[in-house]
């Protein structure tokens, strides 16, 4: 939990620390206060430091704003604290990918590196004892609180609307992610998947050398896939085969690790060594001609619309917690020839959907089963929700397990054909 690493940097440093939460938490040692928001708790209080839980227009951001305490968020909090080099990863979905990969390339290189940020680790548990050097994986929500936050290599991925239960607006959410090249300055590096026309728009007003990717061609100024070879930064290195996306991903992280100090042989080994991570869209099994595959990472219509448009035909799992986005591209995707409707967002799917098409279910176990009756030979049965999964599931991982095994115990814990 950001919010406690920083609480024990701050205490370490000496801070006298209160710690606020809407629910009941572990104390820790320090002074907490839970339930709703009591503006008086700011009496006494000379810095806040913020984590993603809460949106800057409601429970106590609004009124740390108007009372003028400075405000920012965990990450800039201990990266403020750090010397050391470290890139930074933003962009709607693919950052988890990326900024593991690049941290991979600088171990592989001999550098002491790490993954920090919206991957698991604070930022503020490493300052005690840095490494080498650092990839943090920056979401909007932490974005949009810094002040002095200045990655040497930074890198926009792509934008789609998303988290606008959080935003306020879709321009909000380009902003914040704009936060990322802030602080840059010409002798730092920017890059950004040049086909994405959201990501390419973000960059434009940055200072830094800007770097464009792609993950089907060379842009002029950039690198990518050509031939059979992935040229990157003046090196070529064998193409491991994968989708634009995942290619683009590879990409990025070499030139962010390259920026930092990576070889061409440790950026080389990463790239053959990949593999994509579990709930990204993970081929569970094949059964009679159809395949079963788990995208419960694809948390926003953005990235299921892209996981639709990996396969030929598709019986989808969709829904759960929509986070004020609009669900209509998924439904309007030709290649799904079905849709099964989960969640909170079930009805919402229902209303857009042609009815021939919708089919709704109460439960995991339920879409399942309404997926292995609907599903034809050459189809994908594939879970690439499109929302969050907190209406059913503790995370989109635990969605991600749950299909997997209701999947494998119905068609056979085997690869079939």
């Not at 993954?115 to 604070?122: H, M, Q």
């Not at 990463?270 to 788990?294: C, D, I, K, Q, Y």
């Not at 986070?323 to 799917?349: C, F, S, W, Y």
């Not at 494998?408 to 054909?417: C, F, S, T």
Request: net charge negative; aromatic share 6%.
């Amino acid at each position: 939990m950001s919010g406690i690493a920083a609480a024990k940097l701050a205490r370490t440093n000496g801070d006298e620390v209160v710690l606020y939460d809407r629910r009941t938490i572990s104390d820790e040692g320090f002074e907490v206060h839970s339930g709703d928001w009591d503006p008086t708790i700011l009496d006494s209080i000379d810095q806040v430091v913020t984590s993603p839980g809460f949106p800057e227009h409601d429970g106590p951001i609004p009124g740390v704003l108007a009372a003028g305490i400075p405000l920012i968020s965990e990450m800039e909090y201990a990266a403020a604290q750090m010397t050391i080099p470290y890139a930074a990863v933003t962009g709607t979905n693919g950052k988890t990918t990326v900024t593991s990969i690049a941290a991979d390339m600088l171990v592989r290189s001999g550098i002491d590196a790490k993954a920090a940020g919206n991957i698991g680790t604070a930022v503020s548990d490493l300052v005690a004892e840095p490494p080498e050097a650092l990839v943090i994986e920056a979401s909007s929500f932490q974005l949009r609180f810094i002040d002095c936050f200045h990655p040497r290599a930074a890198a926009i991925l792509n934008i789609a609307p998303d988290h606008l239960d959080w935003h306020r607006n879709l321009a909000e959410y380009i902003a914040a992610k704009q936060r990322i090249f802030a602080n840059q300055t010409e002798h730092d590096l920017l890059v950004f998947d040049a086909d994405d026309p959201g990501a390419a728009g973000a960059v434009q007003p940055a200072r830094s050398r800007r770097v464009p990717v792609s993950g089907s061609r060379v842009p002029p100024g950039g690198s990518g896939r050509s031939h059979g070879a992935l040229q990157i930064a003046g090196h070529s290195y064998p193409d491991p085969g994968f989708d634009n996306a995942y290619t683009v991903d590879l990409i990025v992280a070499a030139e962010l690790a390259g920026h930092l100090g990576a070889t061409p042989h440790g950026i080389g080994e990463a790239l053959a060594a990949f593999v994509p991570g579990r709930h990204r869209r993970t081929l569970v099994g094949r059964w009679e001609g159809v395949s079963w595959v788990n995208d419960s990472k694809a948390t926003n219509p953005h990235a299921a619309v892209a996981s639709v448009r990996a396969y030929e035909s598709v019986v989808l799992i969709g829904g759960g917690r929509n986070k004020g986005l609009d669900l209509a591209p998924i439904v309007a995707e030709h290649r799904v020839r079905a849709i099964i409707g989960i969640g909170e967002a079930a009805d919402e799917l229902a209303a857009i959907a042609e009815p021939e098409r919708f089919h709704g279910a109460a439960d995991m176990e339920t879409a399942v089963r309404i997926a292995d009756e609907v599903a034809q030979p050459g189809d994908t049965v594939l879970l690439a929700p499109g929302c969050a999964s907190f209406d059913m599931f503790t995370s989109y991982g635990e969605r991600g397990e749950v299909f997997t095994q209701l999947v494998l115990e119905r068609k056979g814990e085997r690869h079939g054909n």
